[in-house]
């Protein structure tokens, strides 16, 4: 027994002995990593790494850049078959072109006015020529543009796409997702209908809990936040939804987070195929392209 006992312990020395090896060499790895923060992961994941200049880096180069080369080179076939992506990237994108278009189209027919806002919408869905059925796209291409966000997003996450090397693109998707929340949340605004008031009333109401920002939020007092400055205050532009409300949903929704939107698609796109493209299973080998060994 008192041997058993003996080989126990020696056991569990070394395993502790060994802990402590892998927690130092950890520690001298994050050590070296703040000398050297250009040589980590997430630098590489975020930055643009300058390759040799070798005949092949070169190719490699030009054959990763969007601009150059439009169309990768090679891609997974199982990596980009719809039962593995569902196509909800694509898609997304096709519905956010729409919605720019439909939406420069309204802003013909759209005073952003108390006055005139909602006799803007009445004209529009009862004098205009196809303007209901105009309007009616903007609204429903919005709300299946927040339903394929969502699955994609969904999607990336049941297939692990976001692990190294694209933790960052998942972090640039998660901003294109509340980016595209927020477009659906200004829009609502912009009739200046009964729905789009109380709607913008109980979600602004929820701002001033914002920690922080809001004067009602974890933080606010301390950070000197009021009901005349915080982030409620300067979403409406007053203390109520009036005029300056609409106003600035009407910035926010068609100048502001439209621009942004575009410009972090662009980083997106890029970064796909700069982490190698679309994430997938390993390639698979179909039956008919198995050629027979010669006897």
Known sequence: MPEEKDTGDSKRGLLGMFDTKVVQQKANEDLEALKKPTKTELYKSVFRVKHDDSPRSRTLGVLSNVFLHLHPAKINRDAVAYNYTWGMGGISFYLFVVLTWTGVLLMFYYHPTKVQAFRDILYLEHDVPFGKLLRNMHRWTAHAMILTVWLHMFRVFLTGSYKKPRQFNWAVGVILLVLTLLL????????????????????????????????????????????FN?????????????????????????VAIPGFAATFMIVHFWRIRKDGGISGPSPMMLESEIKNPRR
């Open 230 to 254: 915080d982030v409620r205050f300067a979403l409406l532009g007053g203390s109520i939804v009036d005029a300056n409300a609409l106003l600035r949903a009407y910035i926010w929704h068609c």
């Open 184 to 227: 659906s949340f200004t829009g609502y605004l912009l009739p200046d209908d009964q729905l789009g008031f109380w709607a913008v009333t109980v979600g602004t109401n929820m701002a001033r809990a914002t920690p922080i920002l809001g004067h009602e939020g974890p933080f606010g007092p301390q950070f000197g936040m009021t009901p």
